[in-house]
Nanobody, 124 residues
Framework: VQLQASGGGLVQTGGSLRLSCAASGRTFSNHVMGWFRQAPGKEREFVAALDFSGRRKNYADSVKGRFTISRDNARNTMYLQMDSLKPEDTAIYYC??????????????????WGQGTQVTVSS
């Protein structure tokens, strides 16, 4: 699976962004998909993930109620709607996929395929 993340940018505190992750290659609908982020000097951390159907979802506590993950298997695309953004959300956001992982796996090591990342900057 090849992944291409897009949609990042600069936004003020309280604003919104929607990230997209376009997939190509192997069957998209057979893969668990997730979003991770990495701020400067910090380790890559889990943001959200969803199962093959998109019905079961898992979120990091820090983004619950503000971020929404979804997927469109017909379009081979995953999304991350980010609302009420905070300066601490500033990071490079990566999309990831795996054919055998679980939507509740929060470890980056549980994902085999990664996109190139898209920068999200939230100004105070």
């Amino acid at each position: 699976v090849q992944l291409q993340a897009s949609g990042g940018g600069l936004v003020q505190t309280g604003g919104s962004l929607r990230l997209s992750c376009a997939a190509s290659g192997r069957t998209f609908s057979n893969h668990v998909m997730g979003w991770f982020r990495q701020a400067p000097g910090k380790e890559r951390e889990f943001v959200a993930a969803l199962d093959f159907s998109g019905r079961r979802k898992n979120y990091a506590d820090s983004v619950k109620g503000r971020f929404t993950i979804s997927r469109d298997n017909a379009r081979n695309t995953m999304y991350l709607q980010m609302d009420s953004l905070k300066p601490e959300d500033t990071a490079i956001y990566y999309c990831a996929a795996d054919a055998t992982s679980s939507y509740y796996n929060k470890s980056p090591g549980g994902y085999s395929y990664w996109g190139q990342g898209t920068q999200v900057t939230v100004s105070s």
